[in-house]
């Protein structure tokens, strides 16, 4: 079977809405998305199972070609983040084209990843292949993560090494950090101004939770440095805070923000503990109630060693030394199914998440190039 064009499957899929949001008003199924792509790959033999993720509302694709074990996973999202069609100079859900630049919404990140993946995986011939060749296409990365969690526990995926087609103009991406969301609320009692004894201040006790959290962060930056990344100390960022209604009135509610990244070799679920443990701790002396509670599921930090064969051939076929991230992807979730793991995609974070967001033409043949010499290199007999 052949393929349609690269601009056809790009404005097929870009073409199918796929948000993912926690707002449930913005947030669509991923299943037209998963369709197409599971039969484009049906058409190139591969065998697809397409998997719930949550409900009948989001799904992911698992696709194999090739027998034996091992192999090469290649692996993305499916979804979008919302946007506002009213900062686009054109529709975000159909593909524009100036010769230099696909335009639409997800064309970088990361729809325009799955047909670099069909041109690449349709050059093998089963009978070539002595290890698989998988596809992994996952639901809600740019919400919860639910659709690689949903895999990771449920359907773990065997594979040697894998490549998460996320935009890094090309760049092998070797490590990122963990980040976790959390809001602490502090509960007091309102009353006139005018008597302390009316009332219990919950933005005094915020002020007191809000020293707590700063001492954490200076121990957690005392202890745990990797020069690898550009920021090399775990980040620990205040960063909105709502308290009280007015001046002449006790504050009876105060709420905090904060944004937590970790460096890889620590974890997420440990640090959430003895931060909430210390907030508790000098919670039971305050006459404010105090709550902790995590915005949404952490993600992990994600290292593979930068001196592995793997990404030591990530940095020949790029051409570029390999390097660190600021965001999260789901390269912790394959590595939890035991998969050494690589960033490296067509397309520019810079442009991903924006209006017009664009995806450069002249990055599509060296993403192909690359991911066609990574297979023969794995896969091939
Ligand atoms: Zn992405």
Not at 132 to 138: D, E, G, M, Q
């Amino acid at each position: 079977m052949t393929l349609p064009t690269f601009f056809e499957m790009l404005n097929t899929l870009v073409g199918s809405p796929s948000v993912s949001s926690l707002s449930s008003e913005l947030d669509t199924s991923n299943r037209a998305v998963i369709d197409h792509l599971a039969n484009w790959l049906h058409d190139l033999d591969f065998d697809v199972d397409v998997l719930a993720s949550s409900d009948d509302w989001k799904f992911n694709l698992v696709a194999r070609k090739g027998r034996g074990e091992g192999g090469v996973l290649l692996s993305g999202h499916s979804d979008t983040v919302p946007c506002d069609p009213d900062l686009w100079t054109q529709s975000p859900f159909s593909v524009k084209t100036d010769d230099s630049k696909y335009y639409g919404l997800g064309t970088c990140d990361m729809k325009g990843f799955f047909p670099v993946v069909l041109e690449v995986v349709q050059q093998f011939k089963e009978s070539q292949l002595g290890r698989p060749i998988a596809v992994l296409v996952t639901a809600d990365e740019e919400s919860t993560m639910a659709g690689a969690r949903h895999i990771a526990t449920n359907h773990p995926i065997f594979a040697d090494i894998a490549v998460i087609g996320e935009p890094t103009d090309l760049q092998p991406i070797f490590a990122h950090k963990g980040i976790f969301v959390a809001r602490i609320r502090t509960v007091g009692k309102s009353g006139h101004s005018s008597n302390p004894t009316l009332g219990v201040s919950a933005l005094e006790d915020m002020y007191n939770a809000i020293r707590e959290i700063m001492a954490f962060r200076t121990e957690l930056q005392r202890s745990n440095n990797d020069s690898v990344f550009a920021v090399p100390v775990p980040t620990l960022n205040l960063g909105c805070l709502h308290a009280g209604d007015s001046a002449n009135r006790i504050c009876g509610q105060a709420e905090l923000l904060i944004d937590c990244r970790i460096l890889p070799g620590m974890s997420t679920t440990e640090v959430v503990s003895r931060l909430e443990e210390q907030l508790m701790a000098i919670g039971s002396k305050m006459d404010s109630d105090i709550e902790f509670e995590l915005v949404m599921p952490p993600i992990e930090p994600f290292k593979t060693p930068s001196s592995s064969r793997f990404i030591q051939l990530m940095e020949k076929l790029s051409g570029r030394p390999s390097g660190t991230v600021a965001f999260g992807t789901e390269a912790p979730f394959l590595q939890q199914m035991g998969i050494e793991t690589v960033i490296f995609g067509p397309g520019s974070i810079d442009q991903a998440h924006q209006a017009n967001e664009y995806l450069s033409l002249a990055q599509i043949e060296p993403a192909k190039r690359a991911l066609s010499q990574l297979i023969h290199e794995y896969c091939c007999k």
